[in-house]
């Protein structure tokens, strides 16, 4: 059962991780980790790097700054969009006749990105000297 506080009142996380799901979620367990599941393949990895980075592309920016080609792109495209992380959009551009299909991060895919792998790319060093094994407490002091 979902609770409106995801922590208990000691501060420790709920025993069941749906509990961490307020009432009002929009999304359930499964949505999130889906959402994890597909930003773990390197090719979509890198997809929804760029458009968080880089802003609005379109299915050729994608392909020649991925280095993919177009069928490849469409497909890991379309699992980006069908968990949430992306949205296909098309507009007139100014002086062109017709509709583009772009491409472009959702929050969903901003925060899973930004506060998911790329904090945890950051944060290697530091993960790093906290399990260094080899490091002994107190170095740097002075006898």
Same mark, same amino acid.
Request: proline share 4%; aromatic share 6%; glycine share 10%.
């Given at each position: +059962?979902?609770?409106?506080?995801?922590?208990?009142?000691? !501060?420790?996380?709920?025993?069941?991780?749906?509990?961490?799901?307020?009432?009002?979620?929009?999304?359930? /367990? *499964? &949505?999130?980790?889906? +959402? $994890?599941?597909?930003?773990? $393949?390197?090719?979509?990895?890198?997809? /929804?790097?760029? /458009?968080?980075?880089?802003?609005?592309?379109?299915?050729?920016?994608l392909? &020649?700054a991925?280095?993919? *080609?177009?069928?490849?792109?469409?497909?890991?495209?379309?699992?980006?969009? &069908?968990?949430?992380?992306?949205?296909?959009?098309?507009?007139?551009?100014?002086?062109?006749?017709?509709?583009?299909?772009?491409?472009?991060?959702?929050?969903?895919?901003?925060?899973?990105?930004?506060? !998911?792998? *790329?904090? /945890?790319?950051?944060?290697?060093?530091?993960?790093?000297? +906290?399990?260094?094994?080899?490091?002994?407490? !107190?170095?740097?002091?002075?006898?």
């Amino acid at each position: +059962m979902a609770t409106n506080d995801p922590q208990s009142a000691e !501060g420790n996380p709920p025993e069941d991780p749906r509990d961490l799901l307020s009432e009002e979620s929009v999304l359930g /367990l *499964d &949505e999130y980790l889906a +959402m $994890h599941a597909a930003v773990g $393949h390197r090719t979509r990895y890198e997809i /929804l790097y760029r /458009l968080v980075h880089s802003g609005d592309m379109s299915p050729k920016e994608l392909e &020649e700054a991925i280095g993919i *080609d177009d069928s490849t792109l469409h497909y890991h495209l379309n699992k980006l969009v &069908e968990v949430g992380l992306v949205e296909k959009r098309q507009r007139t551009d100014r002086g062109q006749d017709g509709l583009h299909t772009y491409y472009r991060a959702t929050v969903f895919g901003d925060v899973t990105l930004t506060e !998911g792998v *790329d904090e /945890l790319i950051r944060g290697e060093q530091e993960f790093e000297e +906290m399990y260094d094994s080899s490091a002994s407490p !107190g170095t740097g002091s002075s006898e």
